[in-house]
């Protein structure tokens, strides 16, 4: 199996060698380090992820430079990847981006909706269900604008929504056919994320029913555990490993 989502110090995660050394007892074949990144040029975005660290539109040359490093010792692959934001009005620079970075591949998310991160509950306790089927609704049109960009490889954790309770069970039939449909027309493809499977949350993404519609279109998946220590990617794996078994079912590769 090829694990193309981990995160390493680079951004909120541990140590490369530490992720090169679990994946290597998970017994991976190949390991990607998609470290978080946004590169929109808006004065609030540019001051959080100075302060939070999230820098590698700035630092991903010092980080090849380590993955090269690992590269001739690890006795598997080592990807240079990303985990870039998404928002419509920033596709040109993050063409851009990705045009002079020359990452392996890029790994697209919608963490956004407006100025709220629909990971957290605080922004949508005190709307009412309307506006937050208002917001589910953004969130998935966002995710389809992301698929049929055709700038990255990945989409990752494509219902991330359901993960935070406030918005969980929003998610439609027509918002999954529309998913599925761009998809189906791109060469872009999900992940199964296994980033809250062994969490509060308790299952991947996208959940079961979301995984059938995108099935039934032919859609392959790619196994991406989203771990951010060395004990997470130990965990996940098997589990990755186990939902796969359990459909008789492949991960896709991006590479031979």
Do not use: W
């Amino acid at each position: 199996m090829h694990d193309y989502h981990v995160h390493s110090n680079y951004s909120d995660g541990s140590g490369m060698p530490l992720m090169v050394a679990a994946a290597a007892d998970a017994g991976l074949s190949a390991v990607g380090f998609a470290d978080h990144c946004n590169v929109a040029e808006r004065d609030r975005l540019i001051r959080a992820k100075r302060e939070y660290g999230f820098n590698l539109d700035r630092t991903y040359p010092l980080r090849r430079e380590g993955i090269e490093l690992l590269r001739e010792r690890a006795d598997l692959d080592v990807y240079d990847a990303v985990e870039l934001d998404y928002a419509p009005r920033d596709e040109d620079d993050i063409a851009t981006f990705l045009d002079e970075a020359g990452f392996d591949y890029a790994i697209g998310s919608v963490h956004r909706v407006g100025d709220a991160n629909v990971q957290r509950s605080r922004p949508f306790e005190d709307k009412s269900r309307a506006e937050r089927r208002a917001v589910v609704d953004d969130y998935y049109h966002r995710l389809v604008d992301l698929i049929d960009s055709e700038l990255f490889e990945i989409a990752a954790h494509v219902d991330l929504i359901e993960r935070t309770p406030e918005l969980r069970g929003y998610t439609t039939d027509d918002h999954r056919t529309m998913v599925a449909d761009a998809f189906e027309r791109s060469r872009t493809v999900p992940e199964l994320n296994a980033g809250r499977v062994l969490d509060d949350y308790g299952a991947f993404h996208p959940e079961p029913g979301f995984r059938e519609t995108l099935r039934e279109r032919g859609v392959a998946f790619v196994a991406g555990s989203d771990s951010h220590a060395p004990g997470e990617l130990r965990d996940r794996i098997p589990a990755i490993a186990e939902a796969f078994d359990a459909r008789d079912a492949e991960p896709a590769t991006l590479f031979e």
